[in-house]
């Protein structure tokens, strides 16, 4: 796996030192205030439960199904602890694409005020990292990244400007994460879970904002040009975020089947034939909606979905309306 990436967006020195953005200072200095500490802030001492699962049962959807309930009782477990140490890695993997990136922002930002609320950013992100990985130790299993995370984050951080880092990671990659946790805080049985996705997103929710703040003042200033390739260039990051191209290395969720001891395909087909029979709801549901309810109105909300673009959307199916 490729681990150089190349990127030709300048640092910029700015001397300025005086703000003029208070929105940013007020997220600044609550970033300071939220910071916490993985060693002290997450209760390790108390341990996984050997009898329980990490995510509710209830709460994930293929225990539903005929295919889980065939399967041994011993398989059952692996395959859910398999399936959440993959789901958990793709996170690691991912705060560690955010760290690199944030890194790139307080270079590349051009304000003062953005550098610094972007350096608080950077500790959040080494913070994050540092959490999944103590907690994939505790469940004893890892996974590579995924082939389409890393083919986005590589598009993100190889980004020639500040504006399509900031819209590839604190919009998109950060509503994923987002959407993402906020089903984990439902779905989490584990009490130290529960603890690490009530801190991290804590900290998501400022990310999410940083971009929002900076890109809707930003892309209404952006020549006519820029913003159209800033429209382009998101539209590319969900085309492989969804599946479209990319992800030609890297790991496959299959895997975790596989170290269960399960035909991944076979699984998927039983599964699929189930759920058409059931309701006619295609596998991806959950995943979508994160789509639909955080990443693409956010993307809407800092001018990105134009008319120009919007029949696009419509047609991958991200915005339902006509
Ligand atoms: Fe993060
Ligand atoms: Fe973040």
Redesign the pocket.
């Given at each position: 796996m490729k681990l150089e990436v190349e990127t030709t967006c300048p640092t910029q020195w700015r001397f300025e030192y005086q703000s003029n953005d208070p929105a940013l200072d007020d997220l600044y200095e609550r970033a300071k205030k939220d910071q916490w500490n993985v060693s002290v802030d997450i209760p390790w001492d108390q341990g996984l439960r050997e009898d329980s699962d990490v995510f509710k049962r209830a709460e994930t959807a293929i225990t539903q199904t005929k295919f889980f309930n065939s399967l041994t009782e011993q398989t059952q477990s692996d395959l859910l602890a398999n399936q959440a140490a993959f789901m958990l890695s793709q996170f690691m993997h991912g705060?560690q694409g955010?760290l690199l990136c944030?890194g790139q922002l307080v270079d590349c930002v051009p304000s003062i005020e953005g550098k610094l609320y972007a350096a608080t950013?950077v500790m959040?992100?080494a913070r994050?990292v540092e959490v999944f990985h103590r907690y994939l130790g505790l469940l004893d299993r890892s996974y590579d990244i995924a082939g389409g995370l890393k083919d986005v984050l590589d598009a993100i951080l190889a980004a020639d400007s500040w504006q399509a880092k900031c819209v590839g990671?604190?919009i998109m990659?950060?509503s994923l994460?987002m959407g993402t946790f906020r089903n984990m805080m439902i779905q989490a049985e584990d009490p130290i879970l529960q603890s690490i996705v009530r801190l991290t997103a804590q900290?998501?929710t400022r990310?999410v904002a940083f971009g929002i703040l900076s890109l809707s003042e930003e892309i209404p200033k952006m020549p006519e040009e820029d913003r159209i390739a800033l429209e382009d260039f998101a539209l590319a990051a969900l085309g492989i975020l969804q599946g479209r191209g990319g992800g030609g290395g890297g790991a496959n969720a299959g895997q975790a089947a596989i170290d269960a001891g399960i035909d991944p395909q076979e699984m998927r087909d039983a599964i699929a034939k189930e759920r058409k029979e059931a309701t006619g709801q295609s596998f991806k549901t959950e995943q979508r909606s994160v789509l639909h309810e955080y990443m693409v109105p956010n993307l809407a909300k800092v001018g990105l979905i134009s008319d120009r673009i919007r029949p696009q959307y419509q047609e991958y199916g991200l915005i339902r309306e006509a």
């Open positions: 705060e955010a944030c950013q959040d992100e994050h990671m604190q990659v950060e994460a900290d998501e990310h």
